[in-house]
């Protein structure tokens, strides 16, 4: 593998010139990816109601640049990507159903882009069933369009190994050699450790190649992540002690990262869990889970399809790549969310397409037919139960943010109003609906002091929050206490005109 000459592309042979009817099958093939990404935007706009209302981690996103309320408190783990890609709505718009639009928009072309990427490593029909399997998934669908940046490090993944099998190909693909940075750099922007994991297998390779393949290469990816990460890493010496103290806060945040077999934790999150923390209860049906059993038969089948094709390589980076992207969230974290492992899925969408298109086309009259409705059947099941998760998980997460919702209105009505500050129990996510500030004294997000607390209730409304059957913090617990729900509110008595006024 370390000549170019050895390195083959589709059927195992370098692409030839091109011709009238090459061109028009590469036309049709792109028609096809287009259409797939189509149907996935359409998919998130109709099944994912845009107003689903914003979730606990999308407000902390949003509220980084928002027209609507303060910033809240931004641990360490998170990354600044996914403010900056909503910014061109939140920054003068508050309306959550246009984020929804537009995200599900950006991201039906995200996924365009990053199939388009891998024309010439494998058939167009391989990559539109890829993209067809891999957005069909309900976790796909489901944080699609939401504020988050598990989707977009699947979408970076995808282009930057197949830019670095392209720029393996053919070392004089500047185009592709562009790609590797570009897929590094929006990993790293989205989230720094992700992206570290997924490209170590890029990196191991890069090793074992000599020639100027290997300083390119390596020059594109590491620039991609330098460039992804950057503003990550001086953050961490600017406002978190520094990089290996932000990186011990996360893994704190985390749980502590270290040998933790959460594999059973990740099959109770496929049954539309957005987050397992603590992951107790039963398992979901064998119908649910069943897709994840199979998963590893069809990439073993696609793997063996791409050695008789001659292209083992183009079938084995992604698949290395895949494992050590899932391994932190398999074996290294005490908790689940199936958003975690969106990268993965992306990367092992192409064998498994592989191996069904292999299914279906395999010689033989008698066992075509029974195969084509044999994957059939199977697809067609598959597809039923994922958008059964999809539409309990997206009526299970409306109603809570629905209930943030009222809770706000219950806020704006006992005079809460911003500027404002809110404290206790789900302060983040119903602070950015009330459009107030938040703060934690202890836990995860602290980010104040009682005396700061009280301090800011002599100038501007303050109310902590508290499970209705809860205490509120020591420090409000004289304070008039109002219920609405399973919610207690204690609202700050309003200052004396001699300690300052409100507003």
């Known amino acids: 593998m370390a000549n170019s000459s050895n390195v083959t592309l589709?059927?195992?042979?370098?692409?030839?010139?091109?011709?009238?009817?090459?061109?028009?099958?590469?036309?049709?093939?792109?028609?096809?990816?287009?259409?797939?990404?189509?149907?996935?935007?359409?998919?998130?706009?109709?099944?994912?109601?845009?107003?689903?209302?914003?979730?606990?981690?999308?407000?902390?996103?949003?509220?980084?640049?928002?027209?609507?309320?303060?910033?809240?408190?931004?641990?360490?783990?998170?990354?600044?990507?996914?403010?900056?890609?909503?910014?061109?709505?939140?920054?003068?718009?508050?309306?959550?159903?246009?984020?929804?639009?537009?995200?599900?928009?950006?991201?039906?072309?995200?996924?365009?882009?990053?199939?388009?990427?891998?024309?010439?490593?494998?058939?167009?029909?391989?990559?539109?069933?890829?993209?067809?399997?891999?957005?069909?998934?309900?976790?796909?669908?489901?944080?699609?369009?939401?504020?988050?940046?598990?989707?977009?490090?699947?979408?970076?993944?995808?282009?930057?190994?197949?830019?670095?099998?392209?720029?393996?190909?053919?070392?004089?693909?500047?185009?592709?050699?562009?790609?590797?940075?570009?897929?590094?750099?929006?990993?790293?922007?989205?989230?720094?450790?992700?992206?570290?994991?997924?490209?170590?297998?890029?990196?191991?390779?890069?090793?074992?190649?000599?020639?100027?393949?290997?300083?390119?290469?390596?020059?594109?990816?590491?620039?991609?992540?330098?460039?992804?990460?950057?503003?990550?890493?001086?953050?961490?010496?600017?406002?978190?002690?520094?990089?290996?103290?932000?990186?011990?806060?996360?893994?704190?945040?985390?749980?502590?990262?270290?040998?933790n077999i959460a594999v059973g934790d990740q099959l109770r999150s496929l049954g539309g869990r957005a987050l397992c923390r603590p992951c107790t209860g039963a398992m979901p049906g064998v119908a649910v889970m069943a897709w994840w059993f199979v998963l590893p038969l069809l990439v073993a089948l696609g793997l063996a399809v791409a050695v008789r094709a001659r292209r083992t390589a183009a079938t084995l980076v992604p698949l290395a790549c895949a494992t050590t992207a899932a391994v932190p969230y398999l074996f290294l974290i005490g908790y689940a969310a199936p958003r975690f492992l969106l990268p993965a899925y992306a990367l092992l969408a192409i064998p498994v397409a592989d191996a069904f298109i292999h299914l279906v086309t395999v010689p033989g009259r008698a066992w075509r037919p029974v195969a084509v409705a044999l994957v059939a059947l199977v697809l067609a099941g598959h597809l039923a139960v994922q958008y059964a998760v999809l539409e309990k998980a997206v009526d299970r997460t409306t109603a809570a943010h629905r209930g943030w919702a009222r809770t706000a209105g219950e806020l704006h009505r006992l005079g809460v109003r911003p500027p404002c500050l809110l404290t206790g129990s789900e302060a983040i996510p119903i602070a950015f609906y009330t459009g107030c500030s938040s703060a934690q004294t202890s836990g995860h997000n602290a980010n104040a002091t009682r005396a700061g607390i009280l301090r800011t209730a002599t100038r501007i409304p303050v109310a902590a929050l508290a499970p209705a059957n809860g205490s509120p913090p020591a420090y409000a617990r004289d304070w008039p206490s109002h219920r609405y729900g399973d919610v207690r509110i204690h609202v700050a008595p309003a200052p004396t005109a001699g300690e300052g006024g409100r507003g």
Do not use: K
């Not at 195992?12 to 259409?35: F, N």
């Open 10 to 259: 589709v059927g195992g042979r370098h692409p030839g010139p091109p011709s009238v009817v090459g061109t028009s099958w590469r036309r049709r093939g792109e028609l096809v990816l287009a259409a797939v990404a189509a149907v996935f935007t359409l998919a998130q706009l109709a099944l994912v109601r845009p107003g689903m209302g914003l979730g606990w981690d999308e407000t902390v996103y949003v509220s980084q640049i928002s027209a609507h309320a303060p910033p809240a408190f931004f641990s360490a783990p998170r990354a600044r990507g996914v403010s900056l890609l909503v910014a061109p709505i939140t920054s003068w718009s508050s309306s959550t159903p246009l984020l929804r639009v537009y995200l599900a928009l950006l991201s039906g072309l995200g996924l365009y882009l990053a199939l388009r990427v891998w024309r010439g490593l494998f058939p167009a029909r391989v990559l539109a069933l890829a993209g067809a399997l891999f957005a069909s998934l309900w976790v796909t669908v489901f944080y699609g369009p939401q504020a988050m940046p598990n989707y977009w490090v699947a979408i970076g993944a995808l282009i930057c190994v197949g830019c670095f099998l392209r720029t393996w190909a053919d070392r004089y693909d500047r185009a592709a050699l562009g790609g590797v940075g570009a897929g590094a750099a929006l990993m790293a922007w989205m989230r720094p450790t992700d992206a570290i994991w997924t490209v170590l297998p890029l990196l191991a390779l890069l090793v074992c190649v000599r020639g100027r393949r290997r300083a390119a290469l390596l020059t594109a990816l590491v620039a991609g992540l330098v460039a992804g990460a950057g503003e990550w890493v001086v953050e961490a010496y600017v406002s978190y002690g520094g990089l290996g103290q932000r990186l011990s806060d996360a893994s704190h945040i985390q749980g502590g990262l270290g040998w």
